[in-house]
Structure formats: C-alpha cells, structure tokens
C-alpha cells in the first residue's frame, strides 16, 4: 500500500509545528521517499579527500543507500562516481577502499573506465558496431555525480540537478567546518586512526536529532557517566585526573550547565550545541600545542580559535562533526529500522599526537560497539523503535521550548535545551523531501 | 564446590598447566558474571585491549574496540550493577567455548608468561544470541604467589565488521 508516495501533501501533514507522525521514523514507505527525494536534493557528505591522497585511490560509501565512489583522477582532482558498471550493473570496486591505478575494470566482463568514469575500453568492441553503442547510456561510463564540492578537504556531493547550490545549502553553517580544520597550525585536518563501526537497528533520524538532544545525558548515561563520577571519587585525593575521567564525567553535567551553553540554529537544518562552552572546555592543555598555534596564528587569533567549544554541530541531513575533538559521525542509512554508524577522527597536521590520542580514546570510549556510553544510547533508540508502535499515540513530541515565530528564524542563538533544532531538521525535512515533487 | 577464583601457585614459578587453569578460570569467572573477582585477576597496571585493525600494534594512535586501564574497567563492572544500567535491563549472558591455551613463552626471570587461547564467546540479551570468534592473548606474571594478568588481548576475526552492543567481557 502506498500513501506517500507522489503525494507532496501527504507528507507535509506528518511534519507540525510542534510534533512529527511516527511514519517518518517506522514507514519504509517513507524511508524509500527518503532514498529518492531527499538525499538527492540534499548536499551529502561523501569522505574527505586525505582518503584518497594518490591518483587511482579511491573509496566507496554511499549517498543515502546509493553506492558511490570517491577517486583522485588522474588530473589530481577528486571525483565522485556512481559505483555501478553501466553495462550489468556490477560494483565495480572489491575492497572499500584501495588503488586502482590508471582505470577501474569492471571484474565481470572487464569494461574499463578512466579515473574520471569516462568509459576506456570493451573487449570484442566489434560486436557493438552497428548496434547504436554510441547514443546508449553504457556508452557514457560510470556516471558521475555531477555536483561535487570539496570544501578544505571535506566533499560533499548533490545527486540531483535541482534543489540549492553549495553556499545556500551550508551557508553559515561552514564556520563550525573551519573551526575544526584551523586547530591545525597550518590549517590541514588528515584522517587518521581507523573508523569505528556500529550497527543500529533504529531509524537514523534518531541518531541525527540525539546529537542536538541536551536534556537526555544525565538521565540515559547515569549509567556510565554517573558511574564514573561515582567511581572517580574514590580516588585518593591528589590523584591525577585520567584523561578519560575528563571525557566522560562531563557527560554528567546538571541542566543548567546544558540550558547556559546554548544552541545555534542556521538555515536548512545546520545547527551546533556548545554556543558558550560545552563538555569539551575543560580538557588539560597538550603540552606543546598552543606555542604552535601562536607561531601559526598568532596569540589573538590562536585563542579565538581554540577558545570555540562547539560541541555537536549537524550538518544536514547526516553527519555531526565535533570540533574541538576533531572527529565526524555519518550516520549511514539502510532501512527505516536500522542505520550504520561510522566514526571517523582527524589528525590535525602539524600538531602534537597527544591530541589525536585524546580524540581515538573519546571515540572509543563514547562511540563504539563497545562503549558503556553508547549503550546507553543504543538502548533509548531501539526502545523507541519499537515503542512508535503502539497506537496510543502516533505523534512525537517536539514542543520543548517551543515559539510560534521560529520558522524563518537563521543563526540565532537559544536556550541549551531548546529542541528548536530538531524541529528545524524536520522543516529542513519537509522542504528537500518534497522539493520538485 | 564453588571454584576459587584465585589459586595460589605451588612453586614460585608456573607450571604450564597452572597457567592453562589460570585462563580457563578466567573465562568461566566471566561466564558465572562473577566480576568482582574477575577484576581480581588482574594487576593494578593492567590493560584490556580489544584492537579494532587486524594485526594491530599501536593501541595509542590507531583507534580500538577497547583499550582500558584498571579503572575503566572496574567502572564497567560497578555499571553492571547499577539501578539505572538500562542497556542491562534485562542483563545480557554469555558463554566461551576456548581451545586449550598454548603457552606461547615463558621467562621466569623476567618473570613473563604468555598464553594464547582460540575461543567461541557468545553473548545474548532478550531474543538475540551473537557468535564471536577470537584469539586471546594473556600476557601473565607472578604477584605475591598469584598469577596476575598484565595484559589480555582479545582479536576479534572480525575486528573491523560493523556490531551491534557488545555488553560483556570476552
């Protein structure tokens, strides 16, 4: 049975001002609508370039369920493709991530494509003459995605022909971006450490709009947080606080600490928590770091740059970044009940590897399958998962905070526990689900 | 009879069958969720180290599953006992299945002993019950009569696949 599909209308109504129907989180329907409307509409984020450093590297991912390639071409630029041969279909790639030197060959029927997609050869070509080869889609390659930005390292990636160009997309939101890659004294991030998998089996809106949610951490990881805190304090006094104390106690802060650090709201769903100060303020200095970024930058601007404590900015509609530790989540789309998370740290170049320790022991200790912290997590979104089921009620609650003339409202900045921006994310929803429809 | 969880050793130095006691011990500690005296088994400068990369060598500056001092893993243990531990509501179980540990060295100067130890872990919670294969690697030494683990390595042969909750102790 359909309900949604072609009907623009439809599904607006799930959207309300203060509340979204259960079917954006449980309707495959829904999520289908998603895979062909809104992550073609939207600006995705594919990996960055430090992935594929050499001509020939390339890596695959997908932009919503699409599998796609990112490649260095020849020329030195990247490129994102479709990673599809164009004769039978066949993943063109074994491995995620490799060389493939001066072209790609297809492992089925070996058609070869230039870096670029541009189709290279096909064996027993004479068999295509008189045939109309030419005018076919085969004939054209591995398509490419078309509209590619590589902003500072990050690219980014629009299927579709329509919707918004880069700058309108990201607009503002681009400052949290530059934030992250100037902790660098000269201003290069590099991916580094390996990337933490974790299977979900709940709706990836969840995980998106959990990394705005301020008013859940010292509930749902008392737990682990709570027992940290518990734990730490019967250390002997005058002992050195571990770093991994320092990363997750925080977690543990009052209200008010999350109510005072605000929340940033700009166009299209883009938003960052941590407006004053956030759980990554009161980390121990590296030794080092900050002489490097005073040659760099100079003392100001060095401390301007370090003194930005964002703590999860998202960048619609899947991925978070957080700055001040260098690290990135994507949130990987597979069905409406089950999403695959990857974790992904930065090394700033130039800059003392301590950092990078801190920022591989924060992913660790928060992020993986085998975190305490992420269970806490996990356990709330598979709760509710399944708990949008019942028929009580088929409506989410989105109210907190709630003020009729936000709509409209870019770049200001609200209450910590506002949930302003995951009402904003799911008007930023609406608007690229049924752009064009 | 309630198995001891620490056994003193006989001589000053281990015998290779009280090292293989010692790591099948372990295991079943974890397996009867007897975590107060699992921590026990371990050394105060101990680490618990679960690489994410195969063959990995660097548990610093590459990321892993798990890399956990003393204390990170006794506040594990402290969650599992807690009211609001609801990833643990209800508690998970689990069960090893290990090949016989091979003693790998052995240098009573340095006093130094290595084990390694094939092994099935399932670990279950509600409807789901999900295999693992891995190689454990315990590198033991001798404290006040007692064998003490220095290092436990737990290589997972999927280290680098995408999992769900792993809520236990391999």
Redesign the interface.
């Known amino acids: 049975m359909t309900r949604y599909a072609g009907n623009a209308a439809a599904l607006r109504a799930l959207v309300r001002d203060q509340e979204v129907h259960r079917d954006v989180y449980v309707s495959e329907e829904v999520f289908q609508l998603e895979m062909e409307h809104m992550f073609p509409n939207s600006w995705v984020y594919v990996g960055h370039d430090s992935q594929v450093p050499n001509a020939g590297d390339y890596y695959g991912t997908t932009i919503g369920t699409q599998p796609i390639l990112l490649v260095r071409h020849t020329d030195g630029t990247v490129k994102v493709l479709h990673n599809r041969c164009p004769h039978k279909g066949t993943r063109i790639t074994s491995e995620t991530c490799g060389n493939t030197g001066k072209f790609f060959r297809c492992p089925y029927h070996a058609w070869s494509f230039k870096t670029d997609g541009s189709l290279l050869a096909i064996p027993l070509k004479k068999g295509y003459e008189n045939t109309g080869f030419e005018q076919s889609h085969a004939a054209t390659g591995m398509a490419p995605v078309r509209h590619i930005r590589n902003y500072r390292g990050f690219v980014f990636a629009k299927i579709n022909d329509g919707g918004l160009d880069f700058e309108e997309f990201f607009g503002e939101s681009l400052s949290s971006f530059d934030n992250m890659i100037d902790r660098s004294p000269v201003g290069q991030l590099k991916v580094?450490?390996?990337?933490?998998?974790?299977?979900?089996?709940c709706n990836w809106k969840m995980l998106v709009e959990n990394q705005t949610d301020t008013c859940h951490p010292m509930v749902?990881h008392?737990?682990?947080a709570?027992?940290?805190v518990?734990?730490w304090k019967k250390a002997p006094p005058g002992t050195k606080k571990?770093m991994?104390?320092e990363i997750i106690a925080p977690f543990m802060s009052p209200y008010e600490f999350f109510e005072n650090m605000g929340i940033r709201i700009w166009d299209n769903g883009h938003g960052h928590t941590g407006v004053h100060h956030s759980i990554h303020s009161d980390y121990s200095a590296i030794p080092g770091y900050f002489e490097k970024m005073t040659a760099a930058y100079g003392e100001e601007r060095a401390k301007a740059i370090l003194g930005e404590n964002r703590h999860n900015t998202v960048y619609f509609p899947n991925i978070m970044i957080k700055g001040p530790i260098q690290l990135l989540r994507h949130f990987k789309p597979i069905a409406a009940n089950k999403t695959?998370v990857e974790s992904w740290?930065f090394q700033l170049v130039d800059a003392p590897?301590m950092l990078?320790?801190r920022t591989?022991m924060y992913?660790?200790?928060i992020n993986?399958?085998?975190s305490?912290v992420?269970?806490?997590d996990?356990?709330?979104y598979e709760r509710a998962q399944e708990g949008l089921h019942s028929n009580a009620n088929e409506w989410v609650n989105l109210q907190r905070l709630y003020s009729p003339d936000e709509a409209g409202q870019t770049n200001v900045a609200v209450n910590g526990t506002s949930e302003w921006p995951m009402r904003h994310q799911f008007r930023a929803w609406t608007k690229f689900m049924t752009m064009g429809m | 009879m309630t198995m001891v969880a620490e056994a003193p050793l006989k001589n000053a130095v281990p015998t290779d069958q009280e090292l293989i006691d010692f790591v099948v011990r372990e295991a079943r500690l974890i397996d009867q969720q007897r975590f107060d005296e699992w921590l026990d088994l371990y050394a105060d400068d101990a680490f618990y180290w679960m690489p994410l990369e195969w063959n990995q060598t660097d548990p610093r500056l590459t990321c892993s599953l798990m890399y956990e001092d003393k204390l990170l893993l006794s506040i594990r243990v402290e969650r599992l006992k807690g009211a609001r531990t609801f990833s643990q509501k209800p508690k998970s179980r689990c069960h090893h299945v290990l090949q016989t540990p091979q003693v790998d060295s052995r240098d009573a100067a340095a006093n130094s002993y290595v084990t390694w130890t094939p092994m099935h872990y399932v670990e279950t919670r509600l409807e789901e019950q999900t295999l693992y294969a891995a190689w454990a690697t315990h590198h033991l030494s001798v404290e006040n009569g007692k064998l003490k683990i220095k290092l436990k390595r737990v290589d997972l042969i999927n280290c680098d696949a995408a999992f769900g909750n792993i809520q236990l102790f391999m």
């Open positions: 580094a450490g390996g990337v933490l998998r974790y299977m979900h089996n749902a008392e737990s682990s709570g027992t940290v518990e734990v571990p991994a104390v695959l740290t590897d990078l320790e591989l992913n660790r200790l993986a399958p085998t305490i992420g269970h806490d996990l356990e709330m």
